[in-house]
Structure formats: structure tokens, C-alpha cells
């Protein structure tokens, strides 16, 4: 790993030596797709779940006013919500002069940073207008990716997240994960318009994939259940803020209500919270089709968390109280709509 400062080493120095969790192997079932597909099984001991992403500092403008180079990021948004339900792994590169801040908001979680690299660069920027609930990309600079060796733990075969980042890395990181029993990618539209050869590649290997309406008509979609089938996906997760979740698999489609009684302060990350939360769920309950609508109502829920509050502080400040309450919330909505 490239040479860090003496306070990031002190800080990984104080997290690798943290207690590592033991897991499982799943069934798996071969295909014809570059990706190792597999049956999702109900784990015999603690289940693994990894996501590998992005830490940001962002400036962003939009109702709730103007924020300059606040956290954020996938791999954050992803691992604080999943961390509400379960212990994950974290799977970044972040720079030196964002080090100490990601410390502070990760220390208090059950959330493992043996593999999150400080680097001698300039954290990920992230520039964005927000609009009607939607951000409008105004540009990045993401020099950092060109230093990142990302490392993986040898031999994972668990649960994995790869979510949005530069698309040559976000495919490197899906091809590593390879061998895990659940392997799912998100989207980013302005890396979708920039780069859509390593965009597919992403979503050739993926088993599950995430994007919102406008990602899932820049990659081609209009039917989704075309979709998933043309790309031999085992699920699609469609996200239509307001309008709510979807998931889309070969028993069918999944629909959970969006939690639209309370306001929505940012809604960037809402939907890594979503990934987080149902697959942190999901797996802790088995896996099974039957639990599928269940975990999504957890990934709504965790949804509503990420959007009170700008940026990752939602989240941040949440609790495993708090987010069985929106649970509860948004079991009610859905019966409401039954």
C-alpha cells in the first residue's frame, strides 16, 4: 500500500487489530454468464457482507441550502445503513485529508476498515445540484482511483455491494468479487454517460444490480423484466424516490411503498441505504424468495434515515431503535396499499 501519514497508520494500527468475524460458503450453481451466480442459502453461522465503494467529500446545493466538501460517498452510505442491522466490511480508498473525519463517523459501528486504504491523494470530490429530489452532476475529480490497489479478503464468498464509483474500478472490483455467493453493482448516470463499456461489463458479471429510472433508461432499459433477463441478472432493483422500491426477479416483481409522510431533507445516498439495508436484512434472515419484500421494507426504511438529514448525518446519528421504528412505518404504508 502506497505510504500513508503517521495518523492514518495510527488509526489503521488501532482498527485491523479489531476482532474479524468468521463465515460461510453458499451453494452455488454455474452459468453461462462471466459471473459466478448463486442460489442464495440460509447460513449455518454468521454471514458475511462487504461492500466496496466510494468516500466522498462533496459540495452540493439544493433546498437544504449549501454544504462544502461534506461526507458522503456509496461505500459510506452503503456501510452505515447495513451497520444498523449487521457487521459489514468496508472496501475504499479515502485521502489523508479525510481520514480522521471518516474515523469519527465509523468508529461506533460494527463495521470492519482493515481494507479501507489511506492514501497520500485528495479524497474523491463530488459536485452536484439537487433538484426536485434528483442530483444534477456538476462534475468530479477523482485522481484518487489512479493510486487505489483495492484488496479484497482472499477467498470471500459471502455477500457483496460494489457500488458506484470510477467504472474502470467499479468492474476490477466486481471481477475480484467474483466468488461471492451474492454479488450486486449499482449505477451512477454521469459514469453511465462516460464510460458505458466498463458500465456493462459492471452489469455482465453482477448477479443483482441497483439503479434509479434515468440509469436504468441510460443502459437501455424500458421493460425491466426484459432487462434482467437480457443481462442474466438474477435481480433488479429499480428506485423511483417517491414512487418507491421495486425488485425485479424470475418469481416476479417486489414492490415496497416509499415512506412519503415524512420529508425529505437530501436525498443523495437514499439509495445505497436502500442496498445496505435490504441486503443487510436479507441475509440475516436467510436469503430465501419469501423474505425478499421484508428485506426491502428494511432498505426503505433505512432510505427514510438517509434523507432526513444532509449527507451521511441521517444515518450517522441513527439507531437500531430507530430504524425498527421506521420499519414499522413502512409495514404500515404497505398495508395501506395492499
Not at 451497520?83 to 481520514?99: K, Q
Not at 429530489?133 to 470471500?156: C, H, K, M, Q, V
Request: hydrophobic fraction near 40%; include cysteine; charge should be negative.
Amino acid at each position: 500500500m502506497p505510504h500513508e501519514s503517521s495518523a492514518a497508520a495510527g488509526w489503521r494500527s488501532r482498527i485491523t487489530g479489531a476482532r474479524r468475524i468468521s463465515w460461510r460458503s453458499f451453494a452455488r450453481r454455474d452459468t453461462s454468464s462471466p459471473r459466478k451466480a448463486a442460489r442464495v442459502g440460509v447460513p449455518s453461522q454468521s454471514p458475511e457482507l462487504l461492500v466496496a465503494g466510494s468516500i466522498a467529500l462533496d459540495t452540493r446545493d439544493g433546498p437544504f441550502g449549501r454544504l462544502e466538501e461534506e461526507l458522503g460517498g456509496s461505500a459510506l452510505y452503503f456501510a452505515l445503513a447495513a451497520s444498523l442491522v449487521m457487521p459489514v466490511t468496508l472496501v475504499a480508498p479515502v485521502g489523508v485529508d479525510a481520514a480522521r473525519r471518516v474515523e469519527r463517523v465509523l468508529s461506533h459501528r460494527p463495521i470492519d476498515t482493515a481494507l479501507l486504504q489511506v492514501l497520500p491523494a485528495r479524497t474523491y470530490r463530488w459536485r452536484a445540484h439537487q433538484h426536485d429530489g434528483r442530483n444534477i452532476d456538476l462534475g468530479s475529480s477523482d485522481d484518487i482511483y489512479d493510486t487505489w490497489e483495492p484488496a479484497t479478503p482472499a477467498g470471500f464468498d459471502g455477500w457483496a455491494f460494489v457500488g458506484s464509483m470510477r467504472p474502470d474500478r467499479q468492474a476490477q472490483l466486481v471481477e475480484m468479487l467474483g466468488g461471492a455467493s451474492l454479488l450486486a453493482a449499482d449505477a451512477m448516470l454521469s459514469y453511465v454517460h462516460a464510460r458505458p463499456p466498463a458500465a456493462e461489463e459492471v452489469l455482465r458479471r453482477a448477479s443483482w444490480y441497483y439503479c434509479n429510472q434515468d440509469e436504468f433508461a441510460a443502459l437501455g432499459g424500458s421493460d425491466p423484466s426484459q432487462f434482467r433477463s437480457r443481462w442474466s441478472l438474477r435481480g433488479l432493483v429499480v428506485k423511483a424516490g417517491p414512487g418507491g422500491v421495486s425488485a425485479h426477479t424470475e418469481d416476479g416483481v417486489v414492490r415496497v411503498p416509499a415512506l412519503t409522510g415524512r420529508p425529505a431533507v437530501d436525498t443523495t445516498g437514499a439509495g445505497d441505504a436502500v442496498a445496505g439495508g435490504m441486503l443487510s436484512r436479507w441475509l440475516t434472515t436467510g436469503g430465501q424468495p419469501n423474505g425478499l419484500q421484508d428485506a426491502l421494507v428494511w432498505g426503505v426504511a433505512c432510505a427514510s434515515l438517509a434523507i432526513s438529514d444532509v449527507g451521511i448525518r441521517g444515518l450517522a446519528e441513527a439507531t437500531g431503535e430507530l430504524l425498527a421504528e421506521r420499519v414499522v412505518e413502512v409495514e404500515e404504508c404497505l398495508l395501506r396499499e395492499s
